[in-house]
């Protein structure tokens, strides 16, 4: 395919779980950028990816979020603990370059009981 | 707070009119650019608008973009009922964080 995936589409764990949600962004971005999306905070930026660059981790809530890129390409943002506020759609992009269109996947929901 | 904030946050017109979004933010900006949403999920591009450039177009679509007052606007043209959908924009920092920031977004309803 030639878009953001993202797995799965939708998640639901109990409270104090871990979860793990997936991003294969387009191939050959070397940027990628996780957002989540919720009723009371609208769409938010969570980290970012460039290349081989250390990642911009500000927009991460707390210290129960976490997220790698192997390889420059796929990315795996974690979840430890989650919390009923975790609930979300979570959304990854990617972009051939920073400062570049950011092309958007379908979103994992996130519903913690 | 949010770097764009969107005016109206609901607009609805008939089928045929024209819709006027428009966005305000707060810094030096890159560029700037709209999104489209559809059931609260995946965000689809509409256009870029870098900080050099003033007007753009695609389509039905035509972006401007105002640095002096830090403000954007999204029309559609001869809208259709397929429209409908929350219409966000998002800007991207001139230094520092490359990742957007979003405003708050306005929902377009189109009535046949």
């Known amino acids: 395919g030639a878009g953001v995936s993202q797995s799965p589409s939708n998640k639901v764990t109990e409270k104090g779980k871990d979860v793990e949600l997936r991003c294969d962004p387009i191939s050959g971005h070397t940027a990628l950028y996780w957002y989540r999306q919720s009723l009371g905070q609208g769409l938010e930026f969570l980290i970012y990816?460039?290349?081989?660059?250390?990642?911009?981790k500000s927009g991460l809530p707390s210290d129960r979020f976490s997220a790698e890129r192997t390889g420059g390409s796929v990315s795996t943002l974690t979840i430890q603990r989650t919390q009923q506020e975790d609930s979300a759609v979570y959304l990854c992009a990617s972009s051939l370059l920073a400062y570049d269109t950011q092309y958007f996947g379908p979103g994992t929901r996130l519903t913690v009981l | 707070s949010q770097q764009g904030e969107e005016d109206p946050q609901a607009l609805s017109i008939q089928e045929g009119e024209n819709a006027t979004m428009n966005c305000s933010y707060k810094?030096?900006?890159?560029?700037l650019q709209w999104y489209r949403q559809n059931s609260g999920r995946g965000l689809v591009h509409l256009i870029l608008i870098r900080s050099n450039e003033r007007e753009k177009h695609s389509g039905r679509l035509r972006v401007t973009l105002d640095t002096s007052k830090k403000s954007s606007s999204l029309l559609i043209t001869a809208s259709r009922a397929a429209d409908t959908a929350s219409y966000f924009c998002?800007?991207?920092?001139?230094?520092?964080?490359?990742?957007?920031?979003f405003g708050s977004g306005t929902r377009l309803q189109v009535q046949p």
């Open positions: 990816f460039q290349g081989n660059s250390a990642p911009d």
């Open positions: 998002a800007t991207v920092l001139d230094t520092g964080r490359r990742a957007l920031t």
């Open positions: 810094t030096s900006i890159n560029n």
